[in-house]
């Protein structure tokens, strides 16, 4: 296998119980790679663990077992090269939206010049439509809004990998769409390598270049690596007029209304027995499903 | 609408105003009781009651205090001697003694207090003495302090201080303790270090809480200064207020408790502007 830029070798997650000396184990054996400028959204289940996942790789849990490996250095701690985008925004609220977005720039560089700080903010709040709203503090903003600031603020300190916590999940559907569509285009500006969470089928399908498929815990595991096979640019309102879409769609809601409880149970009883958990996730292509490499143990649904 | 509810408002303050003074006046005038007829009694006697006749009741009525306050105040600062210093002085003494007492309060329970609400450790660990040390009446400190200090003026100082210290100790350690994860998340995915975060994000989030204790200090400092000078004496507005009730100079007294009132109405009024600079909504 070739390495990566971003190695995720055999981590797992196990936490005490609290009346129980035995520890619960939240997922396990994830093994994958990330290759730079990838946007990789990973699906499951609430209580698999998805969040715990993106912590490690923002350095701020630790896990059980296992390491990460970015550009060939191993995560130990939060840092500049990991930026984090929460779902509740977590801007300052005493500081304007440019002060927000200006006070990563100048942790990420110190030694610049105010005025180079604050163009390099300008920019990004441009960038996600924010030129009107700079001066506003967060709670004169919108939750669209504010997400906006949050994105504007991770794209700002460029960092190597971007991390998203279902960034739109507290945000109604019409807003979401927009929001989506700005990201994508930031996103083919800065050519960042994004980890995004969602519960979104649709929205990972319209951002990803891969979906990770995660199932149910305990012993969750990411269980696939969906190809979303569709040409860029897409676009949300004709996105569905893709050949792929709904062999995709299809694929991935099986997943979660079947697969990801199924095959949980599975990764269970091997847990039982003892078996190395480590697990590479199976790559899958629904767009062409001759071209893959083992059948899958479900059907793809016909169009 | 809202200018309409101001409006109404101070109408009725006022009317409430004119009520009380047409009250006190009519309670305090010489007219409404009879003359006082015959032998005095030894109280009267004592209290002055045979030679003061402006007032039946020996309460000056709010006249009197007016036109008292007004001489008082159109000469706050004079100094005639120990016994005879203008309202100005006197509580420009307190103030100094209450402000320097809660300056080095301030100057230890924040920090303190960052340091406990930073460490849950230390924060078990300060909080049975904390809890202990709280309820006790600042006044109680004062014959210990008397004794060590040897000096009354200090002594009334170090009272203000042990006032004031546990309610901005108290909220400087919870406004710290309760900083949302998210913000220092923030810091954390932004490597800053423990001194930035604390300036940066930690001081910023938790300044409402703080600048609440020390409302809440300043307005006991300033309750507490008035029976602490009326302890230690010498000088200050509540030495004054004891020294006018030795004269038997109930219009001083009043005097007195009104600019009490003032002065405590200003020190507070001017922390809730501070408040307002420091606060955000979340």
Known sequence: MSK????????SQRFPQPDSNDLMTVFEGVDLNIEKGEFVCLIGHSGCGKSTILNVLAGLATPTDGNVI???????????????????????????????????????????????????????????GLDHA????????????????GIA???????????????????????????????????????????????DVDEAILLADRVLLMTNGPHAQVAESVKIDIPRPRKRATLHQEAAYYPIRNHLVDFLVDGAKAMSAKAQEAAARGDDPRHRPRIFNPAQPETNPEPGPRMVRAV | MLSNLNFRATVLSLVMLVVFLGVWQLATAPEVLAPQQGEL????????????????????????????????????????GPNDKGIGIQLAYSIYRVLLGFALAALIAIPLGFVIGMSPLLNKAFDPYIQILKPISPLAWMPLALFVIRDSNISAIFVIFICSIWPMLVNTAYGVASVRNDWLNVARTHELSKVRTAFTVILPAAAPTILTGMRISIGIAWLVIVAA??????????????????????????????????????????????????????
């Open chain 1, 153 to 199: 603020r991770a794209f700002a300190i460029e960092p190597k990998l971007l991390l998203m916590d279902e960034p739109f999940g507290a945000l109604d559907a019409l807003t979401r769409g927009v929001i989506q569509e700005e990201l994508l285009k930031i996103w083919s500006e800065t050519h960042q390598t994004v980890f995004m969470i969602t519960h």
């Open chain 1, 134 to 149: 700079m001066d506003r503090k967060p709670s004169q903003l919108s939750g669209g809004m504010r997400q906006r600031v």
């Open chain 2, 41 to 80: 009694s030894e109280y009267e006697q004592l209290m002055g009651g045979g030679t003061d006749r402006s007032s039946s009741s020996g309460i000056p009525a709010p006249t009197q205090v007016f036109s008292h306050a007004f001489s008082e105040l159109s000469n706050p600062f004079y100094d005639a």
């Open chain 1, 4 to 11: 990566g830029f971003l190695e995720i070798e055999n981590l």
């Open chain 1, 70 to 128: 970015m550009d060939n250095k191993e995560i130990k701690g939060p840092s500049l090269d990991q930026g984090v985008i929460f779902q509740n925004h977590s801007l300052l609220p005493w500081l304007s939206a440019r002060d927000n977005v200006m006070f990563a720039v100048r942790a990420r560089w110190p030694h610049w010049s105010k005025a180079k700080r604050r163009e390099h903010a300008e920019r990004y709040l441009k960038m996600v």
């Open chain 2, 229 to 282: 000078e009326m302890l230690v004496g010498g000088t200050g507005i509540g030495y004054y207020i004891w020294n006018e009730w030795n004269n038997l100079d109930l219009a001083s007294v009043i005097f007195a408790i009104i600019m009490i009132g003032i002065v405590g109405f200003l020190l507070d009024a001017s922390l809730a502007q501070a408040t307002k600079l420091v606060r955000y909504a979340d």
